[in-house]
């Protein structure tokens, strides 16, 4: 093999040496004028050039300083031609000196630049919310968890995820509008939520809260598990306990899950949540407009309370005794949320109390009692005999097999769900489902559901629900719920053509397109994504509100009904809303609002709901209105 020459080995060295970065290269300019300083002034003063100046050694050095870092320094210069010409070549030296500084700390700087816009320097904050992971969701969550932060100044999120930073901000900023964060403050930082080093640049160790959103790729649940396992079993990780909000998508994977999060993460099923609300909504208009209420920070939430002035007294005697807020449940010491307990349940020291309010510290017993209540506004309780009821459902989606299974748990036994759809795969899947459902019949026609000659030969009138899904398995959001609203105008000419009343709830999946289709006038609407966003918002401020919308979903044990105020009121009379707080607490029921018929296709009225009302508000009720409970049926 051929030795390396000199230079090679000379030439290698400086690569190296050049490699080392800012520091290095100033060092070594350093070094090199030092040299230059010191020979120049050797050479001047051996060969006694500036004994006619006067100049000794130390003077020379000074004055070669000056003129390396000054060249206009020379104009002064005096002396014999090899004087004068020594000094042109430190004047000349100390040109390139100062043009390779200037050079070396621009491109220091701006490496430094493109370096923090990387995104990939160590966050110092402390009790913060971290955000891992980025999808559409992530735009809902951040707004919701501004608006929690509203009243706590100085707190921060932070968001990781494998996205360009400025990006990230960019987008973020320009969905919150005119008025941005707020208080929080907002720091974005490039990495991946699966890797323990990227983990601790977002300083998972000091957060608050950990959400882990489900990545838009082919296997989120994965994603999301290695994610939680980064987080919860690095050698690194701290002693106490975390607060992780995790989104999964499909069941099989939940139990995995739970071994790797154990008790420190609570799981939200995007899939199951949007298919029973979708169930409990197709059954009673407005339903959705209640949950989006109770989960948005921008109106009344569900909160935990002391329960301290109750200790001794039953949940029944809390009802009315709030002026700004409505209890719906317990949480006992140690335990798990109770919704809507039987009346007589006694309250023990440590209990909190589950209420709706507006705001933590608008949860106050009322100073001056509630009106008294006539028993001629009261009704007696009515028991309604169930008929078996006929659902439609357009279009198919990896929802749409989950939303029939929970509809077959609410239905009365003898119904049946008819099925139009055109996906592969969906005509295997009903199949399977029909051998599972108890109490209704299922029908499969693979026809277009947004064409108009197959919805006019379904005989929609002949369905008591229909449920119109979008097509978010093979199309993107925009495409999906366009062919929605299409299928919507569709529904709403046969209706107006055969002069009836048809009960529709959509699926949307851009909040922004529920203002477009309000023109089909459909019964409901169900923003799915939106739904999801704003319950991991909710988890991630308090752990405990997973368990209660569990409850609040589930078909076993409490949920919220919109039942006739017929049956709880007189009709046409003004009456105090703590009538109907003591007529419901007769039931074994808590009633939690009202929906007015005649505000339902009012956006800027909540569409006719009103949760949580003040005890003392006066409302009249007609056939069409609803009363808002928590009860068993």
């Known amino acids: 093999m051929k030795q390396a020459a000199w230079r090679d080995r000379a030439r290698y060295a400086f690569d190296n040496f050049m490699a080392r970065g800012t520091r290095a290269l100033i060092l070594g300019l350093f070094v090199v004028s030092l040299l230059l300083i010191l020979l120049t002034a050797g050479v001047v003063t051996l060969a006694g050039l500036a004994q006619d100046q006067g100049f000794d050694f130390p003077t020379l050095l000074w004055r070669n300083l000056l003129r390396t870092l000054d060249p206009g320094t020379m104009g002064g210069d005096e002396g014999s031609g090899p004087f004068l010409f020594v000094m042109l070549a430190v004047t000349l030296g100390g040109i390139f000196v100062i043009s390779t500084l200037i050079g070396i700390i621009n491109s220091g700087i701006e490496g430094r630049l493109s370096e923090l816009r990387k995104g990939r320097s160590r966050v110092i904050e402390r009790e913060h919310t971290v955000i891992l992971g980025w999808s ?20 921060s999120i932070v968001v990781l995820a494998d996205r360009d930073p400025v990006e990230m901000e960019e987008e973020i900023r320009s969905r919150l509008g005119r008025h941005g964060a707020g208080r929080t403050r907002l720091v974005f930082r490039s990495g991946s939520p699966t890797d323990v080093g990227d983990l601790a640049i977002a ?35 701290r002693p106490e306990p975390y607060h992780i909000v995790a989104e999964i998508r499909d069941r099989a994977n939940l139990e995995i899950a739970r071994m790797v999060g154990r008790d420190e993460v609570e799981f939200i099923l995007a899939e199951e949540v949007i298919a029973r609300i979708a169930a409990q909504t197709c059954r009673q208009s407005g339903l959705s407009v209640v949950y989006a209420e109770l989960l948005d920070f921008g109106g009344d939430e569900i909160y935990m309370a002391p329960a301290g002035p109750f200790v001794g007294r039953t949940y029944g005697e809390t009802l009315a005794a709030f002026a700004d807020a409505s209890p719906i449940g317990l949480l006992p010491l140690g335990g798990r949320p109770s919704l809507n307990p ?5 309250i023990r020291a440590g209990d909190q109390l589950i209420v709706i309010a507006e705001d933590d510290d608008r949860i106050t017993v009322a100073t001056v009692p509630p009106p008294p209540i006539d028993e001629a ?56 489902l029909a051998t599972e459902l108890t109490r209704q019949g299922v029908e499969f026609h693979e026809a277009d559901s947004a064409n108009r000659v197959v919805l006019d030969g379904l005989g929609v009138e002949g369905y008591d629900h229909i449920i119109v899904l979008c097509d978010s398995d093979v199309l993107d959001s925009e495409r999906a719920d366009a062919r929605t609203l299409i299928t919507l105008l ?19 999946l851009d909040v922004r397109d529920r203002a477009l289709a309000e023109v089909a006038r459909a019964d409901d609407f169900i923003v799915s994504d939106r739904l999801i966003s704003l319950m991991i918002a909710q988890v991630a401020e308090n752990k405990h509100l997973n368990a209660v919308f569990a409850d609040l979903m589930d078909p076993e044990g409490s949920e919220i009904y919109l039942k006739p105020a017929g049956d709880y009121v007189a009709l046409g009379q003004q009456i105090p809303y703590v009538a109907i707080v003591e007529s419901a607490r007769r039931r074994g ?7 007015i018929a005649t505000e339902a296709s009012n956006a800027s009225l909540a569409y006719g709901v009103h949760v949580n009302p003040a005890k003392t ?7 069409d209105d609803r009363v808002i409970v928590v009860a068993e049926d």
Do not use: C
């Not at 506004?377 to 028991?383: E, S």
């Open 342 to 346: 039987p009346g007589g349940t006694v």
């Open 377 to 432: 506004w009261l009704r007696p309780a009515t028991v309604r005999s169930a008929a078996p009821e006929r659902t439609l459902v357009l279009g198919w989606n990896r929802r749409a097999a989950i939303i029939i299974a929970e509809l077959d748990r609410y239905v009365p036994a003898g119904s049946t769900v008819t099925i139009v759809a055109t996906p592969e795969g969906a005509a295997a899947e009903v199949a399977r």
């Open 589 to 595: 029921e808590t009633a939690i609002g009202y929906r």
């Open 136 to 155: 559409q969701q992530i735009h809902t969550v951040i707004t919701e968890i501004v608006a929690a932060n509203s009243n706590h100044p100085g707190r």
């Open 617 to 623: 508000a006066l409302v009249t009720f007609g056939p």
């Open 490 to 508: 569709h529904l709403r000419d046969i209706a107006s053509r055969l002069g009836v009343d048809l009960s529709i709830v959509s699926e949307m």
């Open 203 to 237: 300083s998972v160790q000091t957060s608050r809260s950990i959400v882990v959103l489900a990545p838009e790729t082919d296997d989120p649940d994965a994603r999301v598990i290695k994610s939680i396992l980064a987080v919860t079993n690095h050698a690194g990780r």
